[in-house]
């Protein structure tokens, strides 16, 4: 028999789908506890449009007669639950109808209809748009014992304003809510610290009696916020001294994720420090929504803190979020001081001392939990690195494999079996690799150089680390940085020492955004090669040559060096071949990765082949993927919606590498006094003067990349595509690099970037090539232009402006 009506108690998964937002959420907490008003909720399926079924009429009276058997002399309130109503998207929160102080049988009726028909209204419809819902709204009703309060409130789990989760803002009204609800009356506002019932701030003429429920509402508040998976929107009543719970629905204000527009803006879900200098350089372009959910699904073992993620995204582009690792300090009582110290020594970047980075409250006992996490982190990393010899030697021939067997694959299930089972478990194993060789090679590097640097100066320091790749084996490649593998094979193939089906065979998973799924690798397009060897004929280098000068270079540094410090030069000289097999070993497994996600890759091809939806795939997520290859293509019409979001984010520059607080791309791109360096929406931290210039406004500062002194003439490119206008022997300056700008750098005198570290990609090559490099400058890319005369002195992070046709503003 079908069923129309359900009591909160008898709501089944079946039914819960139709049972619409508030129904379906009011019917769990009734069931787990929760002081909810008891009622019942009328389906959809009951109603022919706007008016119930006869046969639907008879159960919602059964339901009635039932209730008031079971009060006595009870008051209802009718109120609607839309099935997209109370989501993580939209609220809808005032815009449907509600009905209160419900007593006859012709006042339930009408109050019913009423409801049903405020699905139609102009504001539903205004709402709607602005969220990016076009559908027409199916509703269910709930019929509820009305709480006659004598307080009644919101509680938001989080600042909705700023965002700070360490605090909970709420307001009230004496008598019913429904006011505060819709707006229609002015209300008292007080906050609450997460951690403690202490009220932080109440306006004046809050009743006493309002305060004995600071507990109580903390302690709901933290229930709910568990319950229900993320931070809460609460309506609440205070009847009797008694606390009910009318409502509780995600605060779409703190929301990270449009699915039906694909926006996608993590720095909205609360208020916490990002930066992307690490992960800027990996990922240097947009993200489409398949890439950046198996990046998150990779990541997910990361999780520090309970409830928040590493890395977040950001109007398309993947951060790290600084605020775990200062929480962390900061819940051991660590100084601000200390905290800025780590934090720039993980990114090799300043952050300003003015700005108030927001830390998550840790408990005694969550820090417990977070200590535990960094242990099994560590440990998982150890043992990676042990394993990684094993690793690069099957990690080629598992990736033909599988590749090889999605392409064989003809039945849907079967695909996605092949994800859930072999992929993405190794997908997950082989990020340890990677962050174990980073790890290790990192800390190995940095602390060496400022031992040498104590020793023998910055620029022969800067010599003595950057001898990773052995100049002797060249010819081979079995010494050779992987990362330098693909220039070096291109003047090979030019000039007939390697065949182009071998380099392919090394190589041909590297190239430009090689870490975004939907981006061909340079084996899938057949023109690649062939433009890649026409721009090396056009400007032919040497690079066996620059090999072998550096190589020079760095006999020279190391005699004076064994010259002026006999007693320890056996002792350096082990530790540098050991930091340059720890660099090569970070490089080769960086490439498997990248070969993996070329796995990943034909995958998503695979899938889109299946489904019949060819590249559009890349605009799913990689869970509905899943639920597409099983049946339910519900997602694929957000498609178009989403492919025009991300068109809207490539055209935007690239964001500010540190962000604190929320960040709005598209209001940041058209703020003529916008920052590429640094976003701080507080705008404590932001100096009038930009302090990427000095006083004199001519010198960018950056973090030594390379060392090296040179003059020249500035070349400014925005994307890898641009890469035929750098001249040889100008000076490369553009936001970010990856692999695939690594054959314009035997070109370049000199490299500037916005995005770097001094371990980063850029540094990297141009240290082995012997070429200066100043990175992690902010905002280079606001201040030069193409024709500009600048000095770089690498060693020290600086450039100097020497002339300009234009002013600097």
Same mark, same amino acid.
């Given at each position: 028999?079908?069923?129309?009506?359900?009591?909160?108690?008898?709501?089944?998964?079946?039914?819960?789908?139709?049972?619409?937002?508030?129904?379906?959420?009011?019917?769990?907490?009734?069931?787990?506890?929760?002081?909810?008003?008891?009622?019942?909720?009328?389906?959809?399926?009951?109603?022919?449009?706007?008016?119930?079924? !006869?046969?639907?009429?008879?159960?919602?009276?059964?339901?009635?007669?039932?209730?008031?058997?079971?009060?006595?002399?009870?008051?209802?309130?009718?109120?609607?639950?839309?099935?997209?109503?109370?989501?993580?998207?939209? +609220?809808?929160?005032?815009?449907?109808?509600?009905?209160?102080?419900?007593?006859?049988?012709?006042?339930?009726?009408?109050?019913?209809?009423?409801?049903?028909?405020?699905?139609? +209204?102009?504001?539903?419809? &205004?709402?709607?748009?602005?969220?990016?819902?076009?559908?027409?709204?199916?509703?269910?009703?709930? #019929?509820?014992?009305?709480?006659?309060?004598?307080?009644?409130?919101?509680?938001?789990?989080?600042? !909705?304003?700023?965002?700070?989760?360490?605090?909970?803002?709420?307001?009230?009204?004496?008598?019913?809510?429904?006011?505060?609800?819709?707006?229609?009356?002015?209300?008292?506002?007080?906050?609450?610290?997460?951690?403690?019932?202490?009220?932080?701030?109440?306006?004046?003429?809050?009743?006493?009696?309002?305060?004995?429920?600071?507990?109580?509402?903390?302690?709901?508040?933290?229930?709910?916020?568990?319950?229900?998976?993320?931070?809460?929107?609460?309506?609440?009543?205070?009847?009797?001294?008694?606390?009910?719970?009318?409502?509780?629905?995600?605060?779409?204000?703190?929301?990270?994720?449009?699915?039906?527009?694909?926006?996608?803006?993590?720095?909205?879900?609360?208020?916490?420090?990002?930066?992307?200098?690490?992960?800027?350089?990996?990922?240097?372009?947009?993200?489409?929504?398949?890439?950046?959910?198996?990046?998150?699904?990779?990541?997910?073992?990361?999780?520090?803190?309970?409830?928040?993620?590493?890395?977040?995204?950001?109007?398309?582009?993947?951060?790290?979020?600084? +605020?775990?690792? &200062?929480?962390?300090?900061?819940?051991?009582?660590?100084?601000?001081?200390?905290?800025?110290?780590?934090? *720039?020594?993980?990114?090799?970047?300043?952050?300003?001392?003015?700005?108030?980075?927001?830390?998550?409250?840790?408990?005694?006992?969550?820090?417990?939990?977070?200590?535990?996490?960094?242990?099994?982190?560590?440990?998982?990393?150890?043992?990676?690195?042990?394993?990684?010899?094993?690793?690069?030697?099957?990690?080629?021939?598992?990736?033909?494999?599988?590749?090889?067997?999605?392409?064989?694959?003809?039945?849907?299930?079967?695909?996605?079996?092949?994800?859930?089972? *072999?992929?993405?478990?190794?997908?997950?194993?082989?990020?340890?690799?990677?962050?174990?060789?980073?790890?290790?090679?990192?800390?190995?590097?940095?602390?060496?150089?400022?031992?040498?640097?104590?020793?023998?100066?910055?620029?022969?320091?800067?010599?003595?680390?950057?001898?990773?790749?052995?100049?002797?084996?060249?010819?081979?490649?079995?010494?050779?940085?992987?990362?330098?593998?693909?220039?070096?094979?291109?003047?090979?193939?030019?000039?007939?020492?390697?065949?182009?089906?071998?380099?392919?065979?090394?190589?041909?998973?590297?190239?430009?955004?090689?870490?975004?799924?939907?981006?061909?690798?340079?084996?899938?397009?057949?023109?690649?090669?062939?433009?890649?060897?026409?721009?090396?004929?056009?400007?032919?280098?040497?690079?066996?040559?620059?090999?072998?000068?550096?190589?020079?270079?760095?006999?020279?540094?190391?005699?004076?060096?064994?010259?002026?410090?006999?007693?320890?030069?056996?002792?350096?000289?082990?530790?540098?071949?050991?930091?340059?097999?720890?660099?090569?070993?970070?490089?080769?497994?960086?490439?498997?990765?990248?070969?993996?996600?070329?796995?990943?890759?034909?995958?998503?091809?695979?899938?889109?082949?299946?489904?019949?939806?060819?590249?559009?795939?890349?605009?799913?997520?990689?869970?509905?993927?899943?639920?597409?290859?099983?049946?339910?293509? *519900?997602?694929?019409?957000?498609?178009?919606?989403?492919?025009?979001?991300?068109?809207?984010?490539?055209?935007?520059?690239?964001? !500010?590498?540190?962000?604190?607080?929320?960040?709005?791309?598209?209001?940041?791109?058209?703020?003529?006094?916008?920052?590429?360096?640094?976003?701080?929406?507080?705008?404590?931290?932001?100096?009038?003067?930009?302090?990427?210039?000095?006083?004199?406004?001519?010198?960018?500062?950056?973090?030594?990349?390379?060392?090296?002194?040179?003059?020249?003439?500035?070349?400014?490119?925005?994307?890898?595509?641009?890469?035929?206008?750098?001249?040889?022997?100008?000076?490369?300056?553009?936001?970010?690099?990856?692999? &695939?700008?690594?054959?314009?750098?035997?070109?370049?005198?000199? #490299?500037?970037?916005?995005?770097?570290?001094?371990?980063?990609?850029?540094?990297?090559?141009?240290?082995?090539?012997?070429?200066? &490099?100043?990175?992690?400058?902010?905002?280079?890319?606001?201040?030069?232009?193409?024709?500009?005369?600048?000095?770089?002195?690498?060693?020290?992070?600086?450039?100097?402006?020497?002339?300009?046709?234009?002013?600097?503003?």
């Amino acid at each position: 028999m079908k069923q129309w009506v359900c009591f909160f108690s008898e709501l089944g998964s079946e039914e819960q789908p139709y049972a619409g937002g508030k129904g379906s959420t009011l019917a769990r907490l009734y069931k787990k506890g929760y002081s909810v008003p008891n009622g019942f909720i009328i389906m959809p399926s009951a109603f022919d449009n706007n008016e119930l079924t !006869p046969e639907a009429r008879a159960d919602v009276q059964t339901c009635f007669t039932k209730m008031r058997k079971d009060y006595g002399d009870i008051v209802f309130a009718v109120r609607s639950s839309g099935l997209s109503e109370d989501s993580v998207m939209a +609220s809808f929160a005032g815009q449907f109808g509600t009905v209160l102080n419900v007593c006859s049988d012709d006042e339930l009726w009408e109050a019913i209809r009423t409801v049903r028909q405020s699905r139609h +209204s102009n504001e539903v419809q &205004a709402y709607s748009e602005v969220k990016g819902i076009n559908v027409s709204h199916e509703m269910a009703v709930v #019929v509820q014992r009305m709480v006659q309060a004598e307080i009644s409130g919101v509680l938001f789990t989080a600042n !909705p304003v700023t965002g700070n989760c360490n605090e909970m803002m709420g307001n009230f009204i004496v008598g019913l809510g429904e006011n505060l609800v819709s707006g229609k009356a002015d209300s008292y506002t007080f906050i609450l610290e997460r951690q403690s019932s202490t009220w932080q701030k109440v306006y004046a003429d809050v009743p006493r009696e309002l305060r004995q429920y600071a507990s109580k509402l903390r302690k709901l508040g933290n229930r709910l916020e568990k319950e229900l998976g993320c931070p809460q929107d609460i309506e609440w009543a205070i009847n009797g001294s008694k606390l009910y719970v009318l409502q509780s629905r995600p605060i779409t204000t703190l929301t990270g994720y449009n699915p039906a527009t694909g926006e996608w803006n993590d720095s909205m879900t609360g208020s916490y420090l990002w930066s992307n200098v690490n992960f800027g350089e990996a990922i240097p372009e947009v993200m489409t929504p398949l890439t950046w959910t198996v990046q998150s699904n990779i990541y997910e073992s990361w999780e520090l803190i309970s409830g928040y993620q590493s890395s977040g995204n950001i109007g398309g582009r993947i951060y790290l979020n600084l +605020s775990i690792y &200062a929480s962390v300090l900061h819940s051991l009582r660590r100084s601000k001081e200390d905290i800025l110290r780590f934090l *720039e020594g993980l990114l090799y970047t300043r952050i300003p001392e003015n700005m108030d980075i927001p830390v998550i409250r840790i408990s005694k006992t969550a820090i417990l939990s977070v200590i535990y996490n960094l242990i099994k982190m560590y440990f998982k990393q150890n043992t990676a690195v042990r394993k990684s010899s094993r690793f690069l030697a099957t990690n080629s021939l598992w990736c033909d494999r599988i590749r090889e067997k999605i392409q064989r694959i003809k039945n849907k299930d079967e695909l996605s079996l092949v994800w859930d089972r *072999e992929i993405l478990p190794h997908l997950k194993n082989t990020v340890w690799y990677v962050m174990g060789s980073v790890t290790q090679f990192s800390g190995y590097a940095m602390k060496l150089r400022r031992e040498l640097t104590e020793l023998v100066g910055a620029d022969d320091a800067d010599t003595l680390i950057s001898g990773l790749s052995s100049n002797s084996d060249v010819k081979d490649g079995s010494r050779l940085l992987a990362s330098l593998g693909p220039v070096l094979g291109i003047s090979k193939v030019s000039c007939g020492e390697m065949e182009r089906a071998e380099y392919l065979a090394l190589y041909g998973h590297r190239g430009p955004n090689e870490f975004e799924l939907s981006v061909p690798r340079p084996v899938e397009d057949s023109d690649w090669l062939d433009q890649q060897l026409i721009q090396f004929k056009k400007s032919p280098v040497d690079i066996e040559a620059l090999l072998l000068k550096k190589h020079d270079e760095f006999d020279a540094a190391w005699n004076r060096f064994a010259t002026s410090n006999r007693l320890k030069a056996h002792f350096f000289r082990r530790r540098i071949r050991k930091m340059a097999l720890k660099a090569r070993m970070r490089e080769a497994v960086r490439s498997e990765y990248v070969r993996d996600r070329w796995v990943a890759r034909n995958f998503a091809l695979r899938a889109g082949e299946l489904i019949g939806i060819g590249d559009d795939i890349f605009f799913l997520t990689i869970d509905e993927v899943l639920d597409v290859l099983s049946g339910n293509k *519900e997602a694929v019409k957000f498609i178009p919606a989403r492919k025009e979001i991300h068109q809207r984010y490539l055209e935007l520059p690239a964001y !500010p590498s540190i962000i604190c607080g929320r960040f709005d791309p598209f209001h940041w791109a058209v703020d003529p006094q916008r920052r590429n360096d640094i976003y701080d929406s507080s705008g404590s931290s932001i100096e009038p003067e930009d302090s990427s210039l000095d006083s004199n406004r001519n010198i960018i500062t950056g973090s030594a990349g390379s060392g090296g002194r040179i003059e020249g003439v500035v070349r400014c490119l925005n994307r890898i595509e641009e890469g035929e206008q750098l001249e040889e022997g100008e000076i490369l300056v553009t936001s970010q690099t990856d692999i &695939a700008w690594t054959p314009l750098f035997p070109r370049a005198a000199a #490299v500037i970037t916005d995005v770097g570290a001094p371990l980063s990609h850029a540094a990297v090559i141009a240290r082995e090539l012997g070429i200066p &490099a100043v990175v992690g400058c902010g905002n280079a890319t606001m201040y030069l232009r193409t024709g500009d005369r600048v000095f770089v002195d690498g060693g020290q992070g600086i450039v100097k402006i020497l002339s300009t046709n234009r002013e600097i503003e």
